[in-house]
């Protein structure tokens, strides 16, 4: 990899935007960007983070609710909860609502799907955020996704910071274009298998790798590919992690999804690794048809 500043394309962005109407360009530069790494930050700079204390508390009543299911682990605590939980509830999930309804962060998710996608029908009617996925992690030590890996539903997931974490020199981790390499791997896979539950995801890397680790600030929002390789971080200490990572699933897991066109440089890195799934998956299966390969 010759250097690492040309996979960052850090912008400055100033808010939640309105949905009502006031149109927002996304640069074709962010999506290409987005394209080519894997992932796009959206960093607030230092400006003072005007809807993070309402987003906050919002997550708070959510991880809280009775009548959502909680998963606790060693070192977290785990809500998802779906789209639609959120926005007929708007006016009790204003700051979130606004957060789902950001068209800024709508139309690079669109026009990173367009890439993948020659139909843009398909693009246009995919539910945006279509599952929030509230953590908080307490404790130093791993986290649930310490390890690395990527994810064996494919998807694109929006993250929200909500606490500082900048102090944790490894929060989030991601490998630039390991998505290319990985989407191979995918595609054979499923060829074998249509569950990608039976996809190997976890990475062993026989050669050590340049990975890209984010000094995270409250307000940060990265959005990723999960077929990029990415792993959390370790909590150096007790102070809290809050993150919000919204999962948009793309309309149909075809070949078109994995078969890619060459970003027009060199940017996929090579990368030796052996991937397997160390956990048990007895039990495990799709819920819903649209996530098994359709060839
Ligand atoms: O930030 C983390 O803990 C990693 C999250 C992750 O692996 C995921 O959401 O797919
Ligand atoms: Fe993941």
Known sequence: MKSLSRWLNPSVWGGFTPSNGRRYEVSP?????????????????????????????????????????????????????????VTTQASRFPALSKFLGDRRIQELIRGYLNRFYSDSRLVDTTVLHEQLDLEIN?????????????????????????????????AFLVIPGSHFVVRDRF???????????????????????????FRIRPGMIILFDTLTMHRGGVMRNDRVRKAIRTVTWPPRLSAKYFTWTPPGEEVVPSLSFTASHPFDRTGQKMEDPRHLFAG
């Open 187 to 213: 595609l054979n896979s499923l060829r074998k298998n249509p569950d990608p539950l039976f996809v190997d995801n976890f990475v062993d890397f026989h050669a050590p790798v340049t990975p890209i680790s």
């Open 29 to 85: 530069d962010w999506i290409e960007s987005f394209y080519r790494s894997g992932f796009v930050v959206l960093d607030k700079g230092d400006e003072p983070a005007a809807d993070l204390t309402e987003i906050e508390h919002e997550f708070d009543a959510l991880v809280t609710e009775p009548s959502l299911i909680h998963h606790e682990y060693e070192n977290g605590f785990y809500t998802a909860v779906s789209r639609s939980t």
């Open 138 to 170: 307490s404790r130093p030590g791993s986290t649930n996704n310490s390890k690395w890996h990527f994810d064996r539903m494919p998807s694109i997931k929006t993250c929200l910071f909500l606490t500082d974490v900048s102090h944790e020199p490894d």
